[in-house]
């Protein structure tokens, strides 16, 4: 049945287009295959992407599968003073937003780009496509937009939310993506390329950020120093100012697992469990070798699922997190969803993350008495561990080389001078409103 | 040089309202105005690799994304690596880690040139999704191109017998529009792999990797050594006007080449101000500063020189009336050793250079700053001007002006 709607359609399709055929379209027909492989020749001018992380900034070029470049995002200004993430994305962040002018915040983020692209790629005269968080204020949009487009003359810019862009890779069209970055984690549906905006959940709790601190309190806690004389002690404020140095607490937190749930009961009632994981690492520090036991590289994810040890915030667990955005869910997509899960953001490289959510997730489910999770599957390229880093990176370069669709949407500097902005993706819902 | 000078000392007002050193600015021939590096155009001219300094055009930088083939860096420490050679094969070693490349499991090579590095394992799934979006694309295209069209109801190709070979052709531009979409599969999700299975393939290594290693090869997975990193391309930049487009530096070419073909520097064109000795404070009485302004232009300036109005509070107020002055350009050389005519203000004269003494009253505060504007015309100096079609004679006679701020306490 289908296929004959097809070849029917189809049917309809050629002679839609042969009705009109003149003597010019024939020649357009010889002509088309030669401009075709032209264009194929000279991918010169393929469009630039860009993902801004709070952590790393990725760039690239359109149509290729790793990044060229992977930078901290931060850079240093021109009076030697480090400028990092926070201050960059101020606009993101109202409160802090308000405290100097826009030109402030326009000037640092006009200085970043400028790092970004003239250490690196000729960004001149080239499209640009810019993977944004879903929640990207409007001034930090339109102060890029400024920079990209007045500054670097780039011939055109455009926004892809990071949820739609991370599920291209994986020919998907029905996810759940959860981005655990430095900053927070958001998570929402996607489905047949549409976000499903209303049933996101976010929190500032589960991030590289809260894991590097939990690797600092755990350090401190059991992490012990050995002197030259042999002698062992605990660690005090210069130790940390070295370790701080050497950035060796981002270094734990990306080496540390994440264990199962029963393991990590062992830990919390302060035993040590019989079988060993890891073993203790010794890291030499000027003259002394810093003692990192088993218990900091494996425990501080146990902040992600264990709402005890959340006393800052009103956040919910990972595990919750997902949970509620099922219930929010129409009915007929609850069950696929888990299994349909998309992991990206540097957090989700962590070992045994993935275990460790599933695990969780039947129980919530169990207690709940729901079955959602009887098949909990994750989106992963087993050749690719390193994906999640720059999933988003990756489904935007794929858009990117669709050159047309990329001229349709995104906006020159012709259109900014006569007072159009960037084509966001919540125009449409406002259209319809 | 500059810290030893103190040429921070002196500012001089930019055309987009910053103030900078005078050795940081450009001068437009064409719009007349003071250009800095973050309001004017700039732009990669060319990329090099820093190790072997050898050049590639933008094109070029492309095909070899970004990266030296030929230089390698270490994955630990990112310092160089070297050759070593043992038994007329060739290793590489780290100088600063000790690291090597037979630590990655690297075999030895006939040529210390031409390391491996990972490539992408998923490319070619990556095409397929890459061709079926294309597909899309096109599909989503082409009704807007047969409506745009104007439609002859007269006349079908599909009429045609088959005897010049146009159907084919008309067969072929269907297939280009509608082309055959046979669904691509989904990338099945899978079952996450337990804890001790990736612990077990986890790279066993001495050191905890780092952030940086990681990110300088995210193709490397957590199970697979360090392989040596490809050095990235630098950019070298050149400067254009924002406003007329034209190039203000550009270098010559050749990455070792330190010449300039082109350079319009701010102080070949505007008069060069320098404190000349220490300043000497006296709290409310008059004290004063000795400046030194050079023409650096090749044609003779014609300046007036006028202490602005107290604006500011850090600003200090200065009782000097404006001087006008003629400093020669330091071509001619007939104007050497003129003595100084009897004058509070002008001190010496010698050769492009005149020494002018300005009194002030300091201010209440600790930060004393000087606010002079200049008013000049050049004779010469615009009379090469690359266009021709503006008048030259109005270009020579046209009033030029700068604001320059003097930091006068230390």
């Known amino acids: 049945m289908a296929t004959a709607q097809e070849k029917l359609e189809s049917l309809r399709a050629a002679r839609r287009s042969s009705s009109g055929v003149s003597a010019a379209s024939i020649l357009s027909v010889s002509s088309s295959t030669l401009s075709q492989a032209i264009s194929s020749i000279d991918n010169g001018k393929s469009a630039v992407i860009i993902e801004l992380g709070t952590k790393f900034t990725k ?7 790793t990044p060229r470049a992977i930078l901290r995002t931060e850079y240093i200004n021109e009076n030697g003073v480090k400028i990092d993430a926070n201050e960059i994305f101020a606009l993101n962040d109202r409160k802090k937003a308000a405290e100097k002018p826009v030109e402030y915040h326009e000037n640092i983020i006009s200085q970043f780009f400028k790092f970004l692209f003239l250490k690196a790629l000729a960004p001149t005269d080239r499209p640009f496509i810019i993977v944004e968080s879903v929640f990207m204020s409007i001034d930090m949009r339109n102060a890029i937009t400024k920079t990209v487009l007045e500054k670097l003359r780039a011939k055109s810019i455009m926004f892809m939310p990071t949820h739609i862009c991370s599920t291209f890779a994986f020919n998907s069209s029905k996810a759940l993506v959860i981005d655990i970055g430095h900053s ?24 590289g950020k809260i894991i590097e601190q939990r690797c600092r309190e755990l350090l401190k806690e059991h992490g012990q120093i050995d002197e030259i004389n042999g002698e062992r002690r605990g660690l005090n404020d210069t130790d940390f100012e070295e370790i701080d140095s050497n950035n060796l607490i981002e270094t734990i937190a990306i080496n540390s697992i994440c264990i199962g749930k029963e393991r990590a009961q062992i830990w919390k009632s302060g035993k040590i469990p019989e079988k060993e994981l890891l073993k203790e690492h010794v890291f030499a520090m000027n003259g002394k070798n810093l003692i990192i036991p088993p218990i900091v590289l494996e425990t501080p994810l146990e902040i992600f699922f264990d709402a005890s040890l959340n006393t800052q915030s009103f956040d919910k667990t990972l595990p919750q997190m997902l949970f509620s955005i099922v219930e929010k869910c129409p009915i007929d997509l609850r069950k696929s969803l888990l299994s349909n899960i998309i992991l990206i953001g540097g957090v989700s490289t962590i070992c045994g993350l993935k275990s460790r959510i599933k695990e969780e997730l039947i129980e919530i489910c169990q207690n709940a008495q729901k079955k959602y999770a009887e098949d909990v599957r994750f989106y992963q390229f087993s050749k690719l561990k390193n994906y999640p880093l720059f999933g988003a ?3 935007a370069s794929l858009l990117g080389s669709l050159r047309e669709t990329v001229e349709r949407k995104s906006i020159s500097l012709q259109d900014w001078k006569s007072g159009k902005l960037a084509e966001d993706w919540t125009d449409i819902i406002d259209k319809n409103v | 040089m500059s810290a030893l000078l103190q040429s921070f000392r002196v500012k001089y007002e930019c055309s987009c309202g910053k103030f900078r050193n005078l050795s940081d600015l450009h001068f437009c021939r064409q719009c007349f105005k003071i250009k800095c590096e973050e309001c004017a155009c700039v732009e990669i001219d060319m990329l090099y690799c820093a190790r072997c300094l050898e050049a590639s055009t933008v094109p070029e930088a492309r095909l070899k994304k970004n990266q030296c083939f030929n230089c390698v860096e270490c994955p630990m420490c990112m310092n160089i690596l070297s050759g070593r050679t043992e038994n007329d094969k060739f290793f590489l070693i780290c100088q600063a880690c000790s690291w090597q490349t037979r630590e990655a499991g690297i075999e030895d090579r006939d040529s210390a040139k031409k390391w491996p590095v990972y490539e992408n394992e998923i490319t070619n799934e990556m095409n397929d999704v890459m061709n079926h979006m294309k597909k899309l694309e096109m599909i989503q295209n082409a009704p807007k191109d047969s409506k745009n069209r104007k439609i002859s109801k007269g006349w079908s190709a599909h009429h045609l017998p088959n005897k010049f070979g146009l159907q084919s052709m008309v067969e072929k531009k269907r297939q280009m529009m509608f082309p055959d979409l046979t ?4 990338h099945e999700p899978e079952e996450p792999l337990s804890l001790e299975e990736e612990l077990e393939n986890r790279y066993k290594s001495k050191n905890l990797r780092t952030a940086d290693q990681i990110i300088r090869q995210p193709l490397a997975s957590s199970d697979q050594p360090l392989f040596p990193v490809r050095v990235p391309l630098q950019g070298r930049t050149s400067i254009r006007c924002d406003e007329c487009e034209r190039t203000l530096v550009k270098r010559d070419y ?14 070949e064109y505007v008069p060069d101000i320098r404190i000349s000795r220490p300043v000497q404070f006296e709290n409310d009485k008059t004290s004063h500063v000795l400046l030194t302004i050079t023409n650096l232009s090749s044609s003779p300036i014609q300046l007036k020189i006028s202490p602005q109005e107290k604006s500011r509070d850090d600003l200090v107020e200065c009782s000097t009336p404006p001087v006008n002055i003629s400093i020669p350009c330091s071509i001619d050389t007939d104007t050497a050793g003129v003595p100084a005519e009897k004058s509070d203000v002008i001190v010496f004269r010698q050769h492009n250079r005149i020494g002018l003494n300005f009194d002030f009253i300091p201010n209440q505060s600790n930060e004393h700053f000087l606010a002079l504007s200049l008013e000049y ?4 100096s615009f009379g090469l001007l690359a266009d021709k079609s503006q008048n030259t004679e109005e270009a020579s006679s046209k009033v030029l002006k700068a604001n320059v701020i003097v930091q006068l306490h230390n």
């Open chain 2, 254 to 267: 050749g990455v070792v080449a330190y010449k300039f073909k082109i350079s319009a520097f701010a102080r």
């Open chain 1, 393 to 395: 990176w990756l489904g």
């Open chain 2, 377 to 380: 015309t050049q004779n010469g």
């Open chain 2, 183 to 186: 669904p691509l599969s989904v």
């Open chain 1, 184 to 207: 927070e984690c958001v998570a929402m549906p996607v489905i047949e390329g549409v976000t499903m905006l209303s049933e996101f959940e976010s929190a500032h709790l589960i991030s």
């Open chain 1, 59 to 65: 760039l690239g070029s359109a149509g290729e599968t």
